[in-house]
T-cell receptor, first 113, second 111 residues
């Protein structure tokens, strides 16, 4: 079955870049996603990338997709304390036709001042 | 206005009880979902509901049942609660799979 793997923790200093990595198994996923969960809140979509793209940039966020290796990464430039949260990588289930997302276990990003 | 709202935010109950969690979305979305997040933050889909079509994750016990009185609501009813049901339950909605909107979660504690 589909599976999404991510490292569980990442700690950086304020102002540094953060890179969160993810590997997935379903090569038919049409889209891949990054969601952010702040303490006590639900998940919010940060960004997504279409599977035929290699890179997507949105302000401080850069998403890189290596489809051959099934590897997705999220880079946050100039990381701020407000970026401290859990970041979930996700892929679509059944090639996106069913409309379900498979989430990784989340990477907890801690930003030290 | 909150896009996806769920109540209650916290629910503490005894084993064996029956409880419900309510969810409402005001976004006009066609699809609603229930996700379960365990203590290790692992998030897993339980149900998706679209135009009266219910898709069930086969690992969900039949003690859990979603009920949708209309397109804007998808409630979760749980019978005979067990200790292992303790988790945070998230409702979500979407118009297409590219973006899910999540509620803020219901933390269920079964004692």
């Amino acid at each position: 079955g589909e599976d999404v793997e991510q490292s569980l923790f990442l700690s950086v200093r304020e102002g540094d870049s953060s890179v969160i990595n993810c590997t997935y198994t379903d090569s038919s996923s049409t889209y891949l996603y990054w969601y952010k969960q702040e303490p006590g809140a639900g998940l919010q979509l940060l960004t997504y990338i279409f599977s035929n793209m290699d890179m997507k940039q949105d302000q401080r966020l850069t998403v890189l997709l290596n489809k051959k290796d099934k590897h997705l990464s999220l880079r946050i430039a100039d990381t701020q304390t407000g970026d401290s949260a859990i970041y979930f990588c996700a892929e679509t289930d059944d090639g996106g036709s069913q409309g379900n997302l498979i989430f990784g276990k989340g990477t907890k990003l801690s930003v030290k001042p | 206005d909150t896009a996806v709202s769920q109540t209650p935010k916290y629910l503490v109950t005894q084993m064996g009880n029956d409880k419900s969690i309510k969810c409402e979305q005001n976004l006009g979305h066609d699809t609603m979902y229930w996700y379960k997040q365990d203590s290790k933050k692992f998030l897993k889909i339980m149900f998706s509901y679209n135009n009266k079509e219910l898709i069930i994750n086969e690992t969900v016990p039949n003690r859990f049942s979603p009920k949708s009185p209309d397109k804007a609501h998808l409630n979760l009813h749980i019978n005979s609660l067990e200790l292992g049901d303790s988790a945070v339950y998230f409702c979500a909605s979407s118009q297409d799979i590219r973006r899910l909107f999540f509620g803020s979660g219901t933390q269920l504690s079964v004692l």
